[in-house]
């Protein structure tokens, strides 16, 4: 098991809501990357964080934001939820400069 | 543009043959290439990477992986599958010109029979 803890383990939503979804990053590790992955597919890059700003984001509208806090840990919150958001949401952590990401067991969030 | 591809959707082998799970990339730049495992309702799990170097690189749990260059592969292999191997495999690739963007492939689910 690697260090990286998500919170919550499973979400229902409706559709309109919004949602906050947190990670707990291993420890000593300051950048956060997260991931959706839709059913039956590979996970696709949302964004990753490093010193509490945005360092990077995939194809994601910006209604897919995110913090960082001081002390490592991640936010992603969704805002205005759609169907097609239901996925498993995965959190990410790594040391900046180093290539391999530790992932945590993440979030499967339904929206209905 | 930054890509992965995994071929087979499912793999199927015997206890104690080899395996192979294949992947091939597309990248600008030198690739970063990993492979990571899931079971089922977890996380990923790190098995191993290439950044520079030996073309096999060794990684846990037995497996390794085999880096072409001039086939634009990454393939991952094991000598004798396991039951307990049975999962699902994700090639993924660092983004060349954004080091901070990874892409995964779609998965290869392998199953191992006794």
């Known amino acids: 098991e690697t260090g990286v803890t998500q919170s919550p383990t499973h979400l229902i939503k409706t559709r309109g809501q919004q949602v906050t979804l947190r990670c707990s990053s291993q420890s000593g590790h300051n950048t956060v990357s997260w991931y959706q992955q839709a059913l039956g597919q590979g996970p696709q890059f949302i964004f990753q964080y490093y010193r509490e700003e945005e360092n990077g984001r995939g194809n994601f509208p910006p209604r897919f934001s995110g913090l960082q806090f001081p002390n490592y840990s991640s936010e992603l919150n969704v805002n205005a939820l759609e169907l097609d958001d239901s996925a498993l949401y995965l959190c990410a952590s790594s040391l900046a400069g180093r290539e391999t990401q530790y992932f945590g067991p993440g979030t499967r969030l339904l929206v209905l | 543009a930054q890509s992965v591809a995994q071929p087979e959707d499912q793999v199927n082998v015997a206890e104690g043959n080899p395996l192979t799970v294949k992947c091939t990339y597309s990248v600008s730049g030198n690739p970063y290439l990993f492979w990571y495992v899931q079971y089922p309702n977890r996380g990923l799990q790190f098995l191993l990477k290439?950044?520079?170097?030996?073309?096999l690189v060794k990684g846990s749990y037995g497996f390794e992986a085999e880096f072409n260059k001039s086939q634009t592969s990454f393939h991952l292999k094991k000598p004798s599958a396991l039951v307990s191997d049975s999962a699902l495999y994700f090639c993924?690739?660092?983004?060349?010109?954004?080091?901070?963007?990874?892409?995964f492939g779609s998965g290869t689910k392998l199953n191992v029979k006794p």
């Open positions: 993924a690739v660092r983004d060349g010109g954004n080091f901070n963007k990874f892409y």
């Open positions: 290439y950044i520079t170097g030996d073309n």
